[in-house]
């Protein structure tokens, strides 16, 4: 699904309406983004701008202002808003209610101990009010998600002295 979020934006344009509802899942699982009736929105800023649609609790801050600041990390916002809504069962607060009072319960306290503490902390990282803030865009938010779900690799002593220290550490029958 990122992989289409990251080609959309390639093309100077962001879908603009990302939530649960437009994530389409396939017979075998993979999903697929759908729904780009609000991604007109072009990256280009000799374009005009264009009657905003967005859905509260999955449109970013930018969705509600002046729009001037809207980029992928708009998407990416949604991204986290809909993470989120999978893990709450419900939207988020909106955006705009949160810059007013922000009573949104991180994922890191929320489902501290449930998932993963690294899944959680990107969540928060994609739902950050400041747009400056957020991963800034599909790429680098795809690059932390990896490195969320991939193990670290084992380290390993190459040389011969590494290898007596790594023989002496083994426990004796």
Known sequence: MLN??????????????????????????????????????????????????YTPGFASPEHYNTRKDLGPWSDIYSVGASMYACLAG??????????????????????????SDRMLEIIDWCLNLNHLYRPQSVFALQKALVEAVTPPAPKVNPNWLGRFVETLRKPTK
Not at 38 to 47: I, K, P
Not at 90 to 115: E, H, S, T, Y
Request: net charge positive; with cysteine; aromatic share 6%.
């Open 4 to 53: 289409g979020l990251r080609e959309v934006h390639s093309h100077k344009l962001l879908h603009l309406d990302m939530k649960p509802s437009n994530i389409y899942l396939r017979a075998d699982n993979t999903p697929v983004l759908i729904d780009f009736g609000a991604a007109r929105q072009t990256l280009a800023s000799d374009q005009p701008m264009l009657k905003p649609m």
């Open 90 to 115: 419900c939207a988020p607060q909106a955006a705009d209610a949160r810059l007013n009072k922000d009573i949104l319960v991180p994922a890191m306290m929320r489902w501290d101990g449930q998932f």
